[in-house]
């Protein structure tokens, strides 16, 4: 079956219309922001059971944004026209998910189904938040688009990785038989502000045990590495991809790789920290490379990340030193 092309939301009118799932989250809140910027409307749908309606507060005002608490995997109804639908709900750090098994497979499946549903009734363009993730810990290095991965499936991550699995092969049954204009994009290690402090990740983890003085929990021995992108590039792929109505799956993501240990390292330096690193034991099935080849990226949506990672680590500092109340003590700087 042939795609449909995505039109705008009324005969005539250059305003699109954007619901965004999960967008009271990290990424969805800076999703739900640069669309507004950008003169869409957004309906943002979230249960706040990892992000907050605090992440979008700053949007309430604002013409054309309305936030409304529903669980996407319940049903999805949104009144009137749609021509975006960008499903981004889901737990996505690992104490969230290994706290939330049941419901991580659940908005990946039928939330994601809900959310396909949705775009196929209003002819909306899709695309779905996938992960790196879905490369398990991979023996291909860095990773093409064209690699399966190497995931296990019983282990306790296999319920987010297994999940997005699944949400990628669903957004791809919906396209070939159903004719959604939909695509995936695989979202490589973002950080930025409004990220959680205590969401496990580890460069909130490592920025606020600099700033309380406590030691930086490095796993293994440090040497696993991760590439990780400033939130702000992220946006612009995803967008990018979005509005190209390209299939994918696109990796979006910084090539330039880090060691864990390195990173702890450079943000202890960065905040002025005199912390300790202490080696803690590595969590089971925990990826050891990861680094996402972006010559897709590059080619099909002319875009690759701009902010250096320096630049993002000064900016997410500054935003965690400016929210003491979210690092959780008083600040040692
Ligand atoms: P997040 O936890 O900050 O945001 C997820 C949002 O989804 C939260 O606001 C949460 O309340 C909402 N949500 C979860 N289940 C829901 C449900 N059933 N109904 C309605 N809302 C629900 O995580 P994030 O880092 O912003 O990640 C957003 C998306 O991007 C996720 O799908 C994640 O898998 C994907 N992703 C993120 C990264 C990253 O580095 N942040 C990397 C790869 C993929």
Redesign the pocket.
């Known amino acids: 079956m042939s795609v449909r092309p995505t039109g705008r939301t009324e005969k005539g009118s250059d305003v699109g219309r954007t619901v965004v799932?999960?967008?009271?989250?990290?990424?969805?809140s800076h999703l739900c922001e640069r669309l507004l910027a950008d003169g869409e409307e957004v309906v943002c749908?979230?249960?706040?059971?990892?992000?907050?309606p605090e992440?979008v507060a700053h949007l309430l005002e604002r013409p054309g944004f309305r936030l409304v608490r529903?669980?996407?995997?319940d049903y999805i109804h949104v009144a009137g026209a749609v021509d975006t639908v960008l499903?981004?709900?889901?737990?996505?750090?690992p104490i969230?998910y290994l706290q939330l098994p049941i419901?991580t497979m659940?908005?990946g499946s039928i939330?994601t189904l809900h959310a396909l549903g949705l775009a196929q009734e209003k002819g909306a363009r899709f695309l779905l938040?996938?992960?790196?993730?879905t490369y398990g810990d991979p023996k291909v290095h860095p990773q093409p688009e064209t690699y399966w991965g190497h995931v296990n499936p019983v282990g306790p991550r296999g319920v987010?990785d297994e999940a997005?699995r699944f949400g990628e092969a669903l957004t791809m049954a919906y396209r070939r038989h159903n004719g959604v204009n939909a695509g995936i994009v695989r979202?490589?290690?973002?950080?930025g502000p409004r990220?959680?402090p205590n969401?496990g990740?580890a460069i909130p983890t490592f920025i606020r045990q600099a700033l309380l003085g406590e030691p930086l929990t490095v796993a293994g021995d440090g040497s696993q590495t991760r590439s990780v992108i400033y939130v702000d590039d992220l946006v612009e792929g995803i967008l990018r991809l979005t509005r190209s109505g390209l299939d994918g799956p696109v990796n979006i993501g910084n090539p330039h790789e880090i060691s864990m240990l390195d990173l702890a390292v450079w943000i202890r330096d960065l905040t002025g920290s005199s912390s300790e690193v202490q080696f803690i034991e590595r969590p089971q099935d925990d990826p050891s490379v990861r680094q996402p080849d972006i010559t897709k990226a590059r080619e099909l949506l002319g875009w690759e990340p701009v902010v250096p990672v320096e630049e993002g680590l000064r900016r997410t500092i500054a935003y965690f030193q400016s929210h003491p109340e979210l690092v959780g003590a008083p600040l040692s700087t």
């Open positions: 799932t999960g967008g009271a989250g990290f990424l969805g749908l979230d249960n706040f059971v990892t992000g907050a992440n529903t669980d996407v995997t499903h981004f709900a889901s737990p996505a750090s969230d419901e659940k908005v939330g938040a996938s992960t790196s993730e987010y997005k979202i490589f290690n973002t950080f990220m959680r969401d990740r």
